[in-house]
Nanobody
Framework: QVQLVESGGGLVPPGGSLRLSCAAY????????MAWYRQAPGKERELVAS???????IYSDSVKGRATISRDSPKNTVNLQMNSLKPEDTAVYYC???????????????WGQGTLVTVSS
């Protein structure tokens, strides 16, 4: 099994910063893409940022310029640094990873349990 464990959520004032971390554990051979998604109340889950094994990044327009995604591939971790937070960034943030296991079935897509980020004064 492969599991993702997230940390770093909480209450942040508008304009503040937050760093989310996610670590992957289990029978991992390799992880190709890692990403952060978020889901606000009453809305669909949306991509925040993703990073490939080669380091290529994609950001949603809503966080571009305010967020930085990074990964430590040997440690199977991914981080999301968010600055200048706005109330509309309030959501449950989910870590996502896709890759291959050391055992069958090889391919995996796995989600973390989610961590709540609340931006409010």
């Amino acid at each position: 099994q492969v599991q993702l464990v997230e940390s770093g959520g909480g209450l942040v004032p508008p304009g503040g910063s937050l760093r989310l971390s996610c670590a992957a554990y289990g029978t991992i051979l390799s992880i190709s893409d890692m990403a952060w998604y978020r889901q606000a109340p009453g809305k669909e889950r949306e991509l925040v940022a993703s990073i490939s094994i080669g380091g290529s990044t994609i950001y949603s327009d809503s966080v571009k310029g305010r967020a930085t995604i990074s990964r430590d591939s040997p440690k199977n971790t991914v981080n999301l640094q968010m600055n200048s937070l706005k109330p509309e960034d309030t959501a449950v943030y989910y870590c996502f990873a896709t890759g291959q296991r050391t055992i069958q079935p090889r391919d995996f897509d796995v989600w973390g349990q989610g961590t709540l980020v609340t931006v409010s004064s």
